[in-house]
């Protein structure tokens, strides 16, 4: 069973064109987030949602809009797609942070394969 | 503005022999810290953590260290295995704001025969 995962894993399109990347995680988690990673590999986090309530939300401009219908999906949604948007979109999610002994434990992110974004 | 670096791009390594992969940070709000391993065309897998009460955690052949005054946390895998050629992510968070990870840009480890 896949635990985070993310369709279309391949994705190209021409500019202009107004596209979905949709993602689904099967572990229960609370939190859901939207990672970027670009050319030069950096791994950059655009959204956070926890119980469908958007936590982060980065310098990422507008077109680019998330949406949580219940907390075990999280949707990409990109408007008029530039020639920059192109890129690998990872979904993660997580059960977020306890604490442990008095102190902040972490829980991972687990990752969606990603889906490669190419914008013609 | 980068707050993770990984400095070393690449990293070739004799199967057997140790690895040890290096990660600087700027923040000093940073407390957790993490590593993850990446396979093409995956999405990263979570590998190992630290939190910054501590200045050391295993798990199997892997280890993390981390020293805070330098701001600067390892992993090492030991013996290295071909199985572990991967690009490796370290990734650090804040208490202050905890669902948001800062990953460093990865070093690509080839552990060859």
């Known amino acids: 069973d896949t635990a985070v995962s993310q369709t279309p894993k391949y994705l190209v399109t021409q500019m202009g064109n107004d596209k979905s990347i949709k993602c689904e995680q099967n572990?229960?988690?609370?939190?859901m987030y939207w990672y970027k990673q670009d050319s030069k590999k950096f791994l950059k986090i655009m959204f956070s949602y926890n119980n469908k309530e958007l936590i982060i939300n980065e310098t990422v401009p507008n077109r680019f809009s998330p949406k949580s219908p219940d907390k075990a999906h999280l949707n990409l949604h990109i408007n008029s797609l530039e020639l920059g948007d192109s890129a690998v979109y990872f979904c993660a999610s997580s059960q977020g942070v306890f604490r442990s002994g008095g102190y902040l434990s972490y829980n991972e992110q687990f990752f969606g394969p990603g889906t490669r974004l190419t914008v013609l | 503005d980068q707050q993770v670096k990984q400095n070393s791009p690449s990293l070739s390594v004799q199967e057997g022999r140790i690895s040890i992969l290096n990660c600087d940070y700027t923040?000093?709000?940073?407390?957790?810290f993490l590593w993850y391993k990446k396979y093409p065309a995956e999405g990263p897998t979570f590998l190992i953590s630290?939190?910054?009460?501590?200045d050391k955690n295993e798990d199997g052949r892997f280890t993390v260290f981390l020293n805070k005054s330098a701001k600067h946390l390892s992993l090492h895998i030991v013996p290295s295995q071909p199985g572990d050629s991967a690009v490796y992510f370290c990734a650090a968070s804040s208490s202050y704001n905890t669902d948001k990870l800062i990953f460093g840009t990865g070093t690509r480890l080839q552990v060859f025969p």
């Open positions: 572990l229960g988690h609370d939190t």
């Open positions: 630290i939190s910054s009460i501590k």
């Open positions: 923040n000093s709000m940073f407390d957790y």
